[in-house]
């Protein structure tokens, strides 16, 4: 099969979003918590999630437009500067799925999907309980992408909260034994299973590979 620019455009619009939300292959399945400066608590699932750094241990996502629907998660963090980032584990992938539903501004997603909100110190955003890692972050820059209209939050972590347990010796969590999913398209989820483990990959350490 071969698709043009052309091609996808004249695709009907489910047949378009199933395709090229799928074609990148399995993403990061990740719920983001917010609360309005009013008090209303917001859950909401997100596949855009991405590392940009470690020093300062800086995490982005995408969100998308927002012309005919508001963007809750977008605006609550533009008034109080903080979100969470929870883990989907495959024993809430059910529940986190739903928190897409488009629920009103004033019912929050963690009661009417059965996920609990829990809180850490004074950071007013909430945590998902039932995650296996819990990541509380401020509001570094928002940076909006002209091309489609979709936006760029950056936040740095202040909170991290996970089960030491799926920690190995080297610091690096263990997906699999967290029993984290990932999102294949818009609404397909897969396990994780670890395949290998390489070393730093370094030239000179090069193994004999099958090149030709």
Do not use: W
């Not at 619009?13 to 990061?28: A, C, D, F």
């Not at 980032?85 to 929050?108: D, G, L, M, Q, Y």
């Not at 004074?122 to 945590?127: E, G, I, R, V």
């Amino acid at each position: 099969m071969y698709l043009s620019l052309n091609d996808i455009q004249q695709m009907d619009k489910i047949s378009r979003l199933n395709l090229i939300n799928s074609i990148t292959g399995v993403k990061p399945s990740n719920l983001i918590g917010t609360k309005s400066k009013d008090g209303f608590s917001n859950l909401a699932i997100f596949s855009s999630v991405v590392h940009l750094g470690s020093k300062p241990p800086l995490i982005g996502f995408i969100t998308r437009p927002a012309i005919k629907f508001g963007r809750h998660t977008l605006r609550n963090i533009i008034e109080t500067k903080c979100f969470t980032i929870n883990h989907v584990s495959t024993e809430i992938v059910e529940k986190a799925h739903f928190t897409s539903a488009r629920f009103p501004k004033e019912v929050s997603e963690f009661k009417m999907c059965g996920l609990n909100e829990i809180y850490h110190d004074d950071f007013s955003a909430p945590f998902v309980k039932e995650s296996s890692v819990k990541i509380g972050l401020h509001l570094k820059e928002i940076t909006p992408i002209n091309s489609n209209n979709s936006t760029l939050v950056v936040g740095q972590i202040e909170h991290l909260i996970l089960d030491s347990s799926t920690i190995n010796d080297n610091y690096i969590l263990d997906l699999e034994k967290s029993k984290v999913v990932g999102i294949g398209g818009l609404s397909e989820y897969y396990k994780l299973k670890k395949i290998a483990d390489f070393p730093y990959a370094r030239v000179e350490e090069l193994p004999k590979l099958n090149n030709k």
